[in-house]
């Protein structure tokens, strides 16, 4: 009997033994000096200038490995950046716009390649722009070649153009005004259709309007508003209750001034213009751009995406459908990508940027192949790393887009890129 004991003692501490090495071996890329790197370099965006204030959130492999807040949301009256802090986060809205949309492809309601026009009419027999006739005093236009799909506008390559410079399409864009803020997303889809694109679809990579039109595809296909839609199978799931169009008196304490450049000056805009979509109710609900939100608002996005579609066991979308979202739609054919490979190695998948290769010099923006991110235009960011299961979210609020920033966090969080590390592997 004595001897049984025994056994049963050695064996019960050789298995705890053996949990402790295994839990010994998870190591974790945010450390303490990665986490000392990444305060140093937020601490310089403010006392550089670049920002008035900054905050940062970073999950690995299911736990908070980081969260620091610097500077001021309104440098005014010396409000502190914190982690509740609201800011707008323009396009950052689109990867939940394309969340919502995949919903509905899990349901059988649409394929990538079925065309547009199919859900939306007014997007049959679409024009494209080839010139100006100045004698005439009207545009040269030709049919599209082939009809704009579903897949061209969840990668940017429908033929929408924003080039207002271009004689005749420029006053044509203008004139139709499609994301003035009194259209609902019908009356913006009725009056994009009728601007000649710039281009064929398939052909160019042109960032735009196009994840406007998916919340309208929203619309269509769910016949619910995109607004109620989203909030239903997207933020309410992940409990994202800072995440939102309009943002009632409440929080408005909570909302972060905005800031544009002047020379080597930080200006702060007025609130009342800085938020003047957040604080009115409009009848446009963009898919593009528009939510505020709060760091831990986004992380739960971001957790959901790196978790391959479920949080805290609330599946949004199936993993095919995450791997679908995060996989390269963008061929090599297409060779006019505007300011894309600005971003690095990368080509596009479902409202999302795609890390193909390593960064080939140290200038360009450091991460690891297979990652997915999109930043918005105040140089907001986040990204998913699935080798390393890591989630980041940074928050500034500072215009122009400021892209250089970005680089200083993705190395504050990696390490310096070395190019011979990079060949090496």
């Known amino acids: 009997?004595?001897?049984a004991v025994s056994l049963?003692?050695?064996?019960?501490?050789?298995?705890?033994?053996?949990?402790?090495?295994?839990?010994?071996?998870?190591?974790?890329?945010?450390?303490?000096?990665?986490?000392?790197?990444?305060?140093?370099t937020l601490q310089s965006f403010v006392d550089l200038g670049d920002v008035a204030g900054a905050s940062a959130l970073i999950f690995e492999k299911g736990e908070e490995v980081y969260y620091n807040a610097f500077g001021y949301t309104d440098i005014k009256n010396k409000k502190p950046m914190e982690r509740n802090t609201l800011v707008q986060i323009y396009s950052m809205t689109k990867p939940i716009t394309g969340t919502a949309l995949m919903t509905?492809?899990?349901?059988?309601?649409?394929?990538?390649?079925?065309?547009?026009?199919?859900?939306?009419?007014?997007?049959?027999n679409m024009q494209?722009?080839?010139?100006?006739?100045?004698?005439?005093?009207?545009?040269?236009?030709?049919?599209?070649?082939r009809p704009i799909t579903i897949r061209d506008i969840t990668r940017h390559t429908a033929g929408f153009s924003g080039q207002r410079d271009l004689p005749g399409l420029g006053e044509a864009i203008a004139e139709a005004d499609a994301l003035n803020r009194e259209n609902t997303l019908a009356e913006m889809a009725k009056k994009l259709s009728s601007v000649p694109l710039g281009y064929h679809p398939g052909e160019h990579w042109e960032y735009g309007i196009s994840v406007d039109v998916q919340a309208y595809l929203v619309e269509l296909l769910s016949d619910q508003p995109y607004a109620t839609y989203v909030q239903e199978h997207v933020l309410d799931p992940l409990k994202m209750n800072d995440t939102r169009y309009f943002v009632p008196e409440s929080d408005r304490d909570r909302m972060s001034s905005a800031y544009r450049h002047d020379g080597d000056s930080l200006i702060?805009?007025?609130?009342?213009?800085?938020?003047?979509?957040?604080?009115?109710?409009?009848?446009?609900?963009?898919?593009?751009?528009g939510?505020?939100?709060?760091?831990?608002?986004?992380?739960?996005?971001?957790?959901?995406?790196?978790?391959?579609?479920?949080?805290?066991?609330?599946q949004v979308l199936d993993s095919s459908t995450?791997?679908?979202?995060?996989?390269?739609?963008?061929?090599?054919?297409?060779?006019?990508?505007?300011?894309?490979?600005?971003?690095?190695q990368v080509g596009f998948g479902i409202d999302f940027a795609v890390r193909l290769r390593p960064p080939a010099s140290p200038e360009e923006n450091n991460g690891v192949v297979g990652e997915f991110f999109w930043d918005g235009a105040a140089s907001t960011l986040f990204w998913v790393d699935p080798t390393n299961e890591l989630t980041a979210v940074l928050f500034v609020q500072v215009f122009p887009y400021n892209g250089t920033l970005h680089k200083r966090f993705r190395d504050a969080v990696y390490g310096p890129f070395s190019l011979e590390e990079s060949t090496s592997e």
């Open 268 to 289: 702060q805009l007025p609130n009342e213009e800085a938020h003047a979509y957040n604080y009115t109710k409009w009848p446009l609900t963009p898919g593009g751009w």
């Open 8 to 40: 049963l003692l050695v064996a019960l501490f050789l298995i705890a033994s053996c949990k402790k090495q295994e839990e010994e071996k998870v190591q974790y890329l945010v450390d303490e000096t990665v986490k000392i790197r990444i305060d140093s």
């Open 104 to 124: 509905l492809y899990e349901e059988g309601k649409f394929q990538l390649d079925d065309p547009l026009e199919k859900y939306a009419p007014e997007f049959a």
């Open 1 to 3: 009997m004595k001897q």
């Open 322 to 344: 995450v791997e679908l979202m995060t996989t390269n739609h963008l061929d090599e054919s297409i060779e006019e990508r505007s300011w894309l490979p600005s971003k690095g």
């Open 128 to 145: 494209v722009y080839k010139g100006y006739d100045s004698i005439a005093g009207e545009m040269i236009l030709e049919p599209a070649k």
């Open 291 to 314: 939510f505020t939100s709060t760091l831990d608002n986004y992380m739960r996005f971001a957790q959901m995406l790196v978790n391959k579609g479920t949080l805290e066991g609330v």
